[in-house]
T-cell receptor, first 113, second 112 residues
Framework: EAQVTQNPRYLITVTGKKLTVTCSQN?????MSWYRQDPGLGLRQIYY???????DKGDVPEGYKVSRKEKRNFPLILESPSPNQTSLYFC????????????FGQGTRLTVV | QQQVKQSPQSLIVQKGGISIINCAYE??????FPWYQQFPGKGPALLIA?????SEKKEGRFTISFNKSAKQFSLHIMDSQPGDSATYFC???????????FGSGTQLTVLP
């Protein structure tokens, strides 16, 4: 089954404790991205990657890091989480020339206290 | 600054009615306009999309209307059903930048 898998689905952490949210896709997609969803703000892109070892900042990259060492994986790293990073996070993947046809993961609900 | 403005924030429609969600944009470099549907607890999924050289696109009960001069586009859901209850996001993209910009979302509730 074609899918984008995020882990964990739910996470509660404390301010400053480094965390990683994993994302993996099995569709051989070149393009992967991370979004955060907040009420009234919709989906905002954090980072995206057009291929292995190629990453670019989206609209809200501050406080986040990503890496793309393998085509299928695109982890999101929060080095020092803060309460304003409490949000619902989505990973998405697509073919590079059809990046608007994104396949989204199930989401990760992150709470930073 | 929201590059794609979406309204209304929430919408309640009776079964069988027409649901209309509107979006407006400023950046004339946008060249593709998809709509995504999100059910509770799920990620968004592509519903329908349109290019600016087309004024209307219909897929089943879902229609996108596009007004290039007004820089507006809208989603119409005909014969709305309770199963259509979801959050809908409009989006826009600039092909050269390979980025999607989303609207703020509309929570649609279709009453039985």
């Amino acid at each position: 089954e074609a899918q984008v898998t995020q882990n964990p689905r739910y996470l509660i952490t404390v301010t400053g404790k480094k965390l990683t949210v994993t994302c993996s896709q099995n569709m051989n997609h070149e393009y992967m991205s991370w979004y955060r969803q907040d009420p009234g703000l919709g989906l905002r892109q954090i980072y995206y990657s057009m291929n292995v070892e190629v990453t670019d900042k989206g609209d809200v990259p501050e406080g986040y890091k990503v890496s793309r060492k393998e085509k299928r994986n695109f982890p999101l790293i929060l080095e020092s989480p803060s309460p304003n990073q409490t949000s619902l996070y989505f990973c998405a993947s697509s073919l590079l020339d059809r990046f608007t046809e994104a396949f989204f993961g199930q989401g990760t609900r992150l709470t930073v206290v | 600054q929201q590059q794609v403005k979406q309204s209304p924030q929430s919408l309640i429609v009776q079964k069988g009615g027409i649901s209309i969600i509107n979006c407006a944009y400023e950046n004339t470099a946008f060249d593709y306009f998809p709509w995504y549907q999100q059910f509770p607890g799920k990620g968004p999924a592509l519903l329908i999309a349109i290019r600016p050289d087309v004024s209307e696109k219909k897929e089943g009960r879902f229609t996108i209307s596009f007004n290039k001069s007004a820089k507006q586009f809208s989603l119409h859901i005909m014969d709305s059903q309770p199963g259509d209850s979801a959050t809908y996001f409009c989006a826009a993209s600039k092909g050269s930048a390979r980025q999607l910009t989303f609207g703020s979302g509309t929570q649609l509730t279709v009453l039985p």
